[in-house]
């Protein structure tokens, strides 16, 4: 990886983004990983989850997974113009792979993103198990 051992930055990652839907009828939730060629590959929630692993957590599964179950970062589903849609939020800012920057919530809401009412925070528990199920999926 070009980057190995040398701090992610944000604009790092996102030079090394692509975007990939899931394949059909498989929601795969992971954290990225290189291709053979350095680029990361994966949809909305792969986004979301990658730039708080590389980017905020700096490789640090603890600090991850701390920062998930502390609340201090977390993974917000919306609704947009092509259905449901993961966006991450740190602070008081929120970051997707459309804006591929840190914008408030209500940049989000301009763009389309109408979040779940109800409760926009998917759990961290939630997270895990999808998390586990995708790599059991391979």
Known sequence: MVYDGLVMTLTNFN???DYKYDPEG???WRVLKPNDVGI???DCEDYSLSVLYYVICQKSWLKFWWMLFTFQ???CGCETKGGGHAVLRYGDM???NWT???VEREDMEELGHKFWSW???ILPTTIAIKMVM?????
């Open 15 to 17: 030079s090394l983004y």
């Open 26 to 28: 498989r929601d795969l």
């Open 40 to 42: 990361y590959r994966g």
């Open 73 to 75: 970062a977390e993974i």
């Open 94 to 96: 929120y970051i997707d």
């Open 100 to 102: 591929k920057a840190w």
């Open 119 to 121: 409760n926009y925070t």
């Open 134 to 138: 995708a790599k059991l999926r391979g």
